[in-house]
């Protein structure tokens, strides 16, 4: 316990340091007031329909993506999950589209340009989300509650169109904010709005758990023990997944006699077993909620029921194999074996027992797929084990952080935050947060 106040007392000794924590607080705080800022024009005490109705199924999950926001019809209402989508088909394009593989090898430019174009495709999202999140706000709230349309007389179709552009406006600006804490701040800005939104709605969920097996008279404690015991496990299993590698031993020659190589350092490649993180998770559940979009957020409606349902058959199985596609997908847009063994030969560096240059990449690919497949099916039983959850009795809100998009955004999020603070202790000669000073964290959107 000594050594973490001692650590702790260390970041804040390093000004750079205990400069991007508080300008990430900032950010962070003026992000979380967003969220309960009303749309202009809604009488905000004639919500509580709608936000009871935005506290399960996967209406649920929007609403914990955007902090609260959702049931609160705030001006962050959307928040990054326009963002996200957008992401997800400008990647998808990375693969099959030889203008996108192209600017993804140009570096820094290619990268830019990518950006813009995703910021683009957000605004046209937004252009489909708006409308249908507004229709919903109609069908969900009193009449009475549009004071802009019953005190001031404007049409219907005048208030959802400037409520569309504030929603876009807000959007684009909890984009911005997660930009500047990336840049600026500490931790990736995107991931870490996300997973505040997460943080916020934990306290609530335990609560409520506690209260609804406190009130059971039929062994309610001893269910509550039981429970807590194997989140604790779904909680260290996450952190396995995030954290787990295979290494692969690389030798390094000092110097080169003939065609022997002499002497030599040998070093391991870290191949993570998900080296995706949460984006599988991420992307697969933001294509889950497309067909929520297009029944206007309404999951009572057919098909968009059937893909609501968390307890569903059709859900689980669509999600879990979305889940390991998208681990897959990811790896190799993240992970290149040609260019892993380009850099091996620069170097002077081999793999016992395999040949340089094609032979090595076969080798690192096909490690690399022996890896992933056991890492993805893992993952997506993480992610489908709150449904089990559900079923087992648990509440909607804490099965939440059984497993699934919640509890692995939280470990993914957290690690790589601390892998970024840990990185500014090691550089300033101080102990890391962890004994052996090498956290391994991941990476973010």
């Known amino acids: 316990m000594k050594k973490f106040f001692e650590t702790i007392g260390n970041i804040f000794k390093i000004e750079e340091l205990r400069k ?17 800022i009303v ?34 019809a705030s001006i962050f209402a959307l928040g990054v999950m326009p963002y996200i989508s957008a992401s997800i088909v400008i990647q998808l394009l990375g693969v099959f589209v030889p203008y996108f593989r192209k600017l993804q090898m140009e570096g820094e430019s290619g990268r830019k340009k990518m950006n813009q174009m995703t910021r683009v495709l957000t605004i046209l999202i937004i252009c489909i989300q708006g409308p249908a999140y507004m229709a919903t706000l109609h069908s969900q709230i009193p009449t009475s509650a549009f004071l802009a349309v019953n005190q001031l007389g404007w049409s219907n179709f005048m208030f959802n169109f400037i409520s569309t552009i504030i929603l876009m406006a807000g959007s684009m600006f909890v984009m911005w904010l997660g930009e500047r804490i990336t840049d600026r701040g500490i931790g990736n800005g995107i991931s870490l709005i996300i997973m505040i939104g997460i943080v916020a709605r934990f306290p609530y969920a335990v609560v409520a ?22 989140w604790f496990f779904v909680l260290i299993s996450a952190i396995m997944l995030v954290q787990g590698v295979r290494k692969v031993p690389v030798q390094y020659a000092r110097s080169v006699i003939g065609n022997r190589m002499v002497g030599g350092v040998r070093q391991y490649i870290p191949l993570k077993i998900n080296a995706a993180g949460v984006m599988p998770i991420i992307f697969a559940q933001a294509l889950m909620l497309f067909p929520l979009i297009f029944s206007k957020f309404d999951a009572t409606r ?16 669509v999600f879990f194999i979305l889940v390991v596609v998208f681990t897959f997908f990811y790896t190799a847009v993240t992970v290149n074996p040609t260019m892993m063994a380009e850099e091996m030969k620069k170097n002077g560096g ?30 997506g039983i993480i992610a489908i084990f709150p449904a089990f959850a559900r079923r087992a009795g648990v509440n909607d809100a804490f099965a939440g952080f059984y497993g699934g998009t919640s509890l692995l955004i939280l470990v993914g999020v957290v690690l790589d935050t601390l892998q970024q603070i840990e990185s500014y202790l090691l550089m300033r000669h101080y102990d890391g947060l962890m004994k052996t000073g090498r956290l391994t964290g991941r990476s973010g959107l």
């Open 209 to 230: 758990e506690f209260g609804q097996k406190l009130s059971t008279t039929n062994g309610g404690l001893l269910l509550l023990i039981v429970e807590m015991i194997v």
């Open 302 to 317: 057919g098909f968009a029921a059937t893909m609501s349902n968390y307890t569903g058959l059709w859900y689980n199985i």
């Open 20 to 36: 991007r924590i508080a300008y990430t607080m900032i950010l962070v705080l003026v992000y979380r007031l967003g969220c309960f």
């Open 350 to 379: 081999f793999i016992p027992g395999v040949k340089p240059g094609k032979k090595t990449v076969e080798y690192l690919d096909s490690i690399m797929t022996k890896v992933t497949l056991p890492g993805s099916i893992f993952l």
């Open 39 to 72: 749309l202009p024009g809604i009488d905000a005490t004639l919500l509580a329909k709608f936000q009871s109705t935005t506290q399960e199924g996967l209406v649920g999950l929007l609403n914990m993506f955007s902090g609260g926001a959702f049931g609160n």
